[in-house]
């Protein structure tokens, strides 16, 4: 009895230096932890903390309303990175119904190709296929300068080439503040029972309202 109590006291001594010279080490090292820190401020290991005064920009809000997997919410976060904005469809209507529509001081771009746009577009809409935009820029860019707000829209829904387009013309000189993307498109306009023009701008042919 008296040999394991022997080893015991010996085994307390060594724990007990061994420990001292531990903190030691620590104390002295440049690596060291402080003990009176709290490593874990919010009483879970290996959860990161999340400032309390973190901001965020419109078209972040307005994508996480969305929801991060949504189409128009990256598309709403992509405008924002070329200065450029999306309009609704309310706000789409009440621009066409503006009387400076008919002056020209509101316009209306379509950046799909002929074929869809023949098939129907929004009446006065000027056409601006971005893949040819030889063939378009030198009628539609003259318009857009002028412009107070230029409208672009395309097929609606996952079609980018409104984007595409805007940024085109935010390019060739047209300004982002005058610039905006219509999201909903055509297919919104459609919905929404209101006019459609068929074959070229200012044909005078609709396809199921009038202007």
Same mark, same amino acid.
């Given at each position: 009895?008296?040999?394991?109590?022997?080893?015991?006291?010996?085994?307390?001594?060594?724990?007990?230096? $061994?420990?001292?010279?531990?903190?030691?080490?620590? /104390?002295?090292?440049?690596?060291?932890?402080?003990?009176?820190?709290?490593? &874990?401020?919010?009483?879970?290991?290996?959860?990161?903390?999340? +400032?309390?005064? #973190?901001?965020?920009? +419109?078209? #972040?809000? /307005?994508?996480?309303?969305?929801?991060?997997?949504?189409? /128009?919410?990256?598309?709403?976060?992509?405008?924002?990175?070329?200065?450029?904005?999306?309009?609704?469809?309310?706000?789409?209507?009440?621009?066409?119904? !503006? +009387?400076?529509?008919?002056? $020209?001081?509101?316009? &209306?771009? !379509?950046?799909? !190709? !002929?074929?869809?746009?023949?098939?129907?577009?929004?009446? %006065? #809409?000027?056409?601006?296929?971005?893949?040819?935009?030889?063939?378009?820029?030198?009628?539609?860019?003259?318009?857009?300068?002028?412009?107070?707000?230029?409208?672009?829209?395309?097929? %609606?829904?996952?079609?980018?080439?409104?984007?595409?387009?805007?940024?085109?013309?935010?390019?060739?000189?047209?300004? #982002?503040?005058?610039? &905006?993307?219509?999201? %909903? $498109?055509?297919?919104?306009?459609?919905?929404?029972?209101?006019?459609?023009?068929?074959?070229?701008?200012?044909? %005078?042919?609709?396809?199921?309202?009038?202007?």
């Amino acid at each position: 009895m008296r040999a394991f109590g022997a080893v015991v006291v010996e085994s307390l001594l060594i724990a007990a230096v $061994g420990s001292a010279l531990a903190l030691a080490a620590n /104390a002295l090292s440049p690596r060291g932890l402080r003990l009176s820190r709290n490593y &874990f401020p919010n009483g879970e290991r290996g959860a990161p903390s999340v +400032p309390a005064t #973190a901001t965020h920009s +419109p078209a #972040a809000s /307005a994508a996480a309303a969305f929801g991060s997997a949504n189409p /128009a919410a990256a598309l709403l976060r992509r405008l924002e990175k070329h200065g450029l904005r999306a309009v609704t469809a309310s706000e789409v209507i009440a621009l066409y119904r !503006d +009387p400076q529509y008919e002056q $020209g001081l509101m316009v &209306f771009v !379509d950046a799909r !190709d !002929d074929a869809h746009f023949a098939a129907g577009h929004i009446p %006065g #809409a000027w056409q601006f296929n971005h893949y040819r935009a030889e063939n378009y820029l030198p009628a539609v860019l003259p318009v857009c300068l002028i412009a107070l707000k230029v409208v672009v829209y395309c097929t %609606g829904g996952q079609c980018e080439d409104s984007e595409f387009a805007a940024v085109m013309l935010r390019d060739a000189g047209v300004p #982002a503040e005058n610039l &905006f993307v219509y999201p %909903g $498109g055509i297919t919104e306009w459609m919905t929404n029972n209101l006019p459609v023009e068929i074959g070229a701008r200012r044909s %005078g042919r609709f396809l199921s309202a009038t202007p």
